[in-house]
């Protein structure tokens, strides 16, 4: 049980501090480590936390805390929420305060890293999809419903849950015949 | 490039700087009211156009420092906000209070499914899932493409995006290690390119 914690601790904390351009990015390396290497669930479970993570408020990198749950417990889920969150809101916080000491006279380094940070977050958003899609046994509804998702979703301002609910559905109703 | 954005004057700007606890009840409402995304724009809502804490430009000047921090946009903006508000105090109120509604909705979902996913309805709950799950791939993938196509102005970020997208989705490559590569070869690609300010605070 410690063991599990601290490798919760371990590799949440790690995380955090890689999560170049938001929590996305990071989901290939979340979805490697908790299926293939400390086997604390299957790939299509990930991928049923990941939808669960997406249907509910707040930051969706809080699929940590049930991945946590589902390694060790409720101490699980508190021990990987903390280890997500506080290395990066203390870089945060570092950062602010450089920002407001120097009285915004940093915007020209600033502009410079968003530019090329702004290539890389885009690329991980995408690599998140694709890790996704490979982790889990996708079946031709499945690809069907990412297909559709994928485009409808980039084309109109549908509200992403009506699209997650017909996902469901769709799938629910190909399994029915 | 100095002179591009009027720098913030700390605290004269800022119309009303609020309690430890206003502040903390403030980002509890973001965080209860954000479900289906959208994050960014319930923070602006609250503390730029409902209680003027900070104006528009301190808004997108932390929201775009807050992408590039490492970690959760949204927490970072927060403490971000927190900070410049209240100091140290006010880093930990801003995000405490985003993340209370938020955290307990996780806990208590996790409970409820992982009871009923080994329960008799397990199967059906977990199709459903794969579902959703097909669905929230789409989403992700629809988010980077509209982030591409509103942030990546050259040949060289587009093959940046392009093979960070296959490097760490396709052939798995450990992020840390990608990283460690791929962050200064776009550094170094992008150190000359003549200044263009990609769209913040647009999602």
């Not at chain 1, 996708?138 to 980039?154: D, F, P, Q, S």
């Not at chain 1, 769709?170 to 029915?176: E, N, P, T, W």
């Not at chain 2, 973001?30 to 900070?54: D, F, N, P, Q």
């Amino acid at each position: 049980m410690i063991t599990v914690l601290l490798q919760l601790a371990g590799l949440f904390a790690l995380l955090s501090v890689l999560a170049v351009g938001g929590g996305a990015g990071v989901i290939p390396e979340m979805q490697r480590a908790v299926v293939d290497v400390h086997h604390w669930m299957s790939g299509p479970q990930f991928l049923a936390l990941f939808a669960l993570s997406r249907s509910a408020p707040g930051p969706g990198s809080l699929i940590v805390v049930l991945i946590g749950q589902k390694a060790a417990g409720l101490a699980g889920g508190l021990v990987a929420g903390v280890a997500m969150f506080a290395p990066s809101s203390v870089l945060a916080y570092l950062v602010a305060k450089f920002w407001h000491r120097s009285g915004g006279s940093a915007a020209g380094w600033q502009a410079r890293v968003e530019r090329a940070l702004a290539p890389v977050a885009v690329g991980l958003t995408l690599a998140s999809g694709i890790a996704l899609i490979r982790g889990t046994e996708h079946g031709w509804a499945a690809y069907g419903v990412t297909a559709a998702a994928t485009v409808v979703l980039t084309l109109t301002e549908l509200n992403p849950v009506a699209m997650t609910v017909a996902g469901a559905a769709v799938l629910l109703a190909a399994a029915g015949h | 490039m100095r002179g591009g954005r009027p720098a913030p004057p700390d605290g004269a700007v800022t119309p009303s700087r609020p309690g430890l606890l206003a502040l903390y009840l403030g980002f509890l409402t973001v965080g209860a009211c954000s479900v289906g995304g959208g994050l960014a724009a319930w923070i602006r809502r609250e503390s730029v156009t409902k209680r003027r804490w900070i104006d528009d430009t301190q808004f997108l000047t932390g929201y775009a420092l807050s992408q590039l921090v490492p970690g959760a946009t949204n927490v970072n903006l927060a403490v971000f906000i927190g900070t410049q508000l209240r100091g140290g105090a006010g880093a930990v109120a801003a995000p405490a209070g985003l993340m209370t509604v938020p955290l307990g909705v996780f806990l208590g979902i996790g409970s409820v499914y992982f009871a009923l996913s080994r329960g008799a309805a397990g199967p059906w709950i977990a199709l459903a899932l794969a579902g959703m799950g097909a669905s929230a791939i789409g989403l992700m993938l629809s988010i980077g493409l509209r982030l591409g196509r509103r942030n990546l102005r050259s040949a060289a970020s587009v093959g940046v995006a392009v093979v960070t997208a296959l490097v760490v989705g396709l052939l798995r490559v450990k992020l840390l290690v990608a990283l460690l590569v791929l962050i200064p070869a776009s550094l170094a690609l992008h150190w000359r390119t003549p200044a263009q300010r990609p769209d913040a605070a647009g999602e």
